[in-house]
């Protein structure tokens, strides 16, 4: 019912930018909120940000906080994330996710994409 589909990821040194963007198709009247989940090499999936998407309110995991943003265009059915002073650490592969709960709950997920920070 809804297809998420990730763009931006590439490689970037340290220090630098990158801007991620997911596009929701399908039966996208029924999102309630989206956001980004990362997955390092050997690590478990883990949260890096999200937002409701009527009221745009935003929630970013500590590791990011600062340094990641986290967008909403309406128009195009997409969120964007700004990635600044990106750090190795922030290396993986990046996920799309959307929930159609207000209990946040990832039911549909893009294909990933990759970010890789080079020291």
């Known amino acids: 019912q809804v297809q998420l589909v990730e763009s931006g990821g590439g490689l970037v040194q340290a220090g630098g930018s990158l801007r991620l963007s997911c596009a929701a198709s399908?039966?996208?009247?029924?999102?309630?909120?989206m956001g980004w989940f990362r997955q390092a090499p050997g690590k478990e999936r883990e949260f890096v940000a999200r937002?409701?998407?009527?009221?745009?309110?935003?929630w970013y995991a500590d590791s990011v906080k600062g340094r990641f943003t986290l967008s909403r265009d309406s128009a195009k059915n997409a969120v964007d994330l700004k990635m600044n002073s990106l750090k190795p650490e922030d290396t993986g592969v990046y996920y799309c996710?959307?929930?159609?709960?207000?209990?946040?709950?990832?039911?549909?997920w893009g294909q990933g994409t990759q970010v890789t920070v080079s020291s």
């Open positions: 937002l409701n998407w009527r009221g745009s309110t935003t």
């Open positions: 996710a959307a929930t159609t709960r207000v209990t946040w709950s990832s039911d549909y």
């Open positions: 399908g039966r996208s009247f029924s999102i309630y909120g």
